[in-house]
């Protein structure tokens, strides 16, 4: 009969429909690691890239790079320690997803994202970085060479067009800089208000003999707009005042025994 076609055709059909299904289910059930370094790469615009991958997209893991931008091989610097992962599927049917990121020493705890729709939410973690992993970005980092650790601590974060509330603060502990003997030159902290954009933030030192102290703005766009001070403690000895006189003199304009500390616009 015409537009019927032949039984022995639609067996063939159905076969061909079949193995393409299995296919692509096999396909994206062993969708390699390497995916989710190509993606992050592309989103940081090269700044953050996963090497030595190893596993698949849901079930994974990788060293993270910190890097330029460029091609220098000498601007990179990495993590010790591989990141792991883990991406529940079923999620993903209803336009959602859901990822679990672990690192043995960089991360406190689990940190979970969950997301869709535009939407992002990040659990509660704080990540802990050496801070020497910062000059893999380049300038002025590699310049500076800073020591110590990095840590930044959320109570949980939730991004929706471009806008994002919670808490969210970051230290600088046992802090240097290959710019001058001392070390360390002291423990900071940086806190913002759990809103963006408009987002303010304070800097303040807890110890050391270099103090560092401002406040800012972070406007639309990520543009931030900072003043603030560098200068040695009063307490701080003369011989000591004498080595941080270099790191000083590049933080900012100098005015007097201090300088000044200005970003943005």
């Known amino acids: 009969m015409p537009g019927v076609a032949p039984a022995g055709a639609k067996v063939w059909l159905a076969a061909a429909a079949g193995g393409l299904l299995a296919i692509l289910a096999t396909v994206v059930t062993l969708a390699p690691a390497q995916w989710a370094g ?5 989103a940081s615009g090269g700044r953050i890239e996963l090497a030595e991958t190893s596993g698949t997209i849901w079930n994974g893991s990788a060293t993270v790079v910190l890097a330029s931008g460029g091609t ?17 599927a079923w999620p993903l049917l209803a336009g959602t997803f859901e990822l679990t990121l672990q690192h043995p020493s960089a991360l406190s705890e689990p940190l979970r994202l969950r997301g869709g729709a535009g939407r992002l939410q990040i659990g509660s973690a704080t990540l802990r970085l050496p801070a020497a992993m910062l000059a893999g970005l380049g300038a002025p980092w590699n310049t500076v060479r800073p020591g110590g650790v990095l840590s930044v601590r959320t109570e949980g974060l939730e991004l929706q067009q471009g806008r994002w509330r919670g808490s969210l603060s970051a230290e600088w502990e046992y802090a240097s800089s290959a710019l001058t003997p001392v070390s360390p030159i002291g423990h900071y902290r940086l806190q913002t208000d759990g809103q963006y954009p408009g987002t303010r933030v304070e800097l303040q030192t807890i110890s ?24 040695a403690l009063a307490a701080t000895d ?7 006189t270099g790191l000083i003199s590049l933080l900012g304009r100098r005015e007097g025994d201090a300088a000044i500390l200005s970003f943005g616009s």
């Open 72 to 88: 220098r091989q000498d601007a990179r610097a990495s993590l010790p320690d591989p990141l792991s992962w883990h991406l529940s």
């Open 38 to 42: 190509m993606a992050l790469e592309r």
């Open 208 to 231: 050391g003999p270099l103090e560092l102290t401002g406040s800012g703005t972070i406007r639309e766009g990520g543009r931030l707009r900072f003043e603030g001070i560098a200068r």
């Open 238 to 244: 003369a011989a000591t005042k004498t080595q941080l």
